[in-house]
Each structure stands twice: as C-alpha cells, then as structure tokens.
C-alpha cells in the first residue's frame, strides 16, 4: 500500500468516524435537552395507558422552563426508587391546596395539603394500584424529565407523534 492510498484509507476513516460522533452527540442532545421515549406499563395509570405497556414521547422542554401544569401526564424520577423514572399525572403545584383519599381500598378518610414551594403533586390515574404523593408526599420539582405529549399505538399515531414534535419544535 502507498502513501496516497494509505492517506486516503485515514482521511476516510476519520470522516466516518467524525459522522457517527457527530450523530451521537445529536442524539444525546436531543433526548436529554429536548426530546425522549419511555415505555410505560403497569396498572397505575389505567385506563390511559395499558398494563402491557404503551410507548411514549415526551418533552423536556417544558419542565424546563417550567410551563408544566394541572392534568400533564410527566416522566419523573421515582423518589422511592432513583433508578426508575415513572409516569404520572400533574394534580396540584407549589401553593395549590390538595385534598386526597390517604387509603382508598380501605376507607373514605381525607386529608388536606398544601403543596410546598418547589414541589409538585403526582397521582396515578388508578387510585387503587397506584404508588404516589399519596404514598410518599409532594416531589420536588427538580425531578420531573418530561411532559408527555404522545401515546404511540401504532404506525400512525406514531407518524402523528414525530408530525407535532417537529411543529413544537419549530414553531
């Protein structure tokens, strides 16, 4: 092998390798910045998503910025369990005045709090079987990871998906 060839073998090699880098970094930008998918199962938010499990898309974008609100369905880091991130639905924010059965299997007793500042208030839609703030309190709103604002089912809700995130994303 001569020099022009072994030079031309590197200046390829360096090229496709700067390509995958590249299209990494895009990908760990986009999924930690602005968009990611979670695979969601279990009965705790039945009947909006199935026991089986549902794929879906969600948002970083919002949380951020803070723009997440009453009834967002929002990935969150569980505080029981720092390794697995969970999805439930928004019930109250910082200030908000929350009223919740403590034991809903067992009794009809209430209680009433008050959301402190920084946090929010999470609850599956399956009181029943569901772990939440019910269980464990208000949850710091640093731990939120996404709003989500898509149920892929199939091909085309899927297609669906990738149409209104594009248009999220540039409008």
């Known amino acids: 092998m001569n020099f022009q060839q ?11 390798t700067s390509f995958v880098a590249t ?19 279990g009965p705790s938010m039945l009947p909006t998503f199935s026991v089986t499990g549902n794929l879906v898309l969600a948002e970083r974008v919002s949380t951020r910025l803070g723009k997440v609100g009453r009834g967002d369905v929002v990935l969150i880091r569980s505080p029981q369990n720092p390794r697995k991130v969970v999805t439930k639905r928004l019930v109250g924010m910082e200030g908000d005045k929350i009223t919740y059965v403590v034991d809903p299997k067992n009794s ?4 009433t709090i008050v959301v402190p500042k920084g946090h929010v208030w999470i609850e599956g839609d399956n009181i029943y079987a569901t772990s939440d703030s019910r269980k464990f309190g208000p949850v710091p709103y640093g731990l939120l990871h996404g709003r989500v ?23």
């Not at 072994?6 to 496709?16: D, H, I, Q, R, T």
């Not at 299209?23 to 199962?41: R, S």
């Open 149 to 171: 604002f898509c149920k892929v089912s199939d091909l085309k809700s899927f297609m669906d998906c990738i149409f209104f995130s594009f248009l999220f994303f540039f409008l």
């Open 23 to 41: 299209y990494l970094c895009f990908l760990h930008v986009t999924n930690t910045y602005l968009f990611t998918h979670a695979w969601v199962y």
């Open 108 to 111: 009809d007793r209430r209680e």
């Open 6 to 16: 072994w030079s031309a073998l590197m200046k390829e090699g360096f090229n496709v």
